[in-house]
C-alpha cells in the first residue's frame, strides 16, 4: 500500500480501503491455498501478512509501522496476526512497533524463512 497516498485520501475514502481490506483478510484467512512471496526489501504493515514470507537476510525491515503513525489496526489485521505469526512475536511487532532484520524475524516467528542473498 502506499502510505503517501493513505495519508491524503479523505474520511469516508479511508473508511472505504479500511473495509476493502477487511474484506480480503477475511478472505485469506479462510483461502485453502498457500500464497508465497519471496521479500528482497522491506515487508511492512498488512502486507507481512498476506504470504509465506521468504526474507532477504542482507537487506529489508520487518515491522508494522501503524503503531508509530498513530493509526489503529482493524479487527480482521488482528485476526490475520494472531493465525499467521508466531505468538512469541506478535507483542513487539503489534504492540510495540518493533523493527526487525531478517534473522531476527525469522527467530520470532514473523517470517517462514530467512536466506541469504548479496545485495
Request: proline share 3%; with cysteine.
Amino acid at each position: 500500500m502506499d502510505l503517501d497516498y493513505l495519508l491524503s485520501v479523505s474520511g469516508n475514502e479511508m473508511t472505504q480501503i479500511m473495509a476493502d481490506l477487511q474484506r480480503l483478510y477475511c478472505r485469506l484467512l479462510t483461502f485453502p491455498m498457500v500464497t508465497v512471496a519471496a521479500a528482497n526489501g522491506h515487508i511492512y504493515a498488512a502486507g507481512a501478512l498476506l504470504y509465506y514470507i521468504i526474507m532477504n537476510n542482507s537487506k529489508g525491515f520487518f515491522c508494522f509501522p501503524e503503531i508509530k503513525l498513530k493509526f489503529s489496526f482493524p479487527a480482521a489485521l488482528l485476526e490475520l496476526a494472531k493465525a499467521r505469526m508466531a505468538k512469541r512475536g506478535q507483542r513487539a511487532v503489534l504492540v510495540l512497533g518493533r523493527r526487525y532484520g531478517g534473522q531476527e524475524a525469522h527467530a520470532a516467528g514473523l517470517v517462514d524463512e530467512c536466506v541469504h542473498r548479496p545485495s
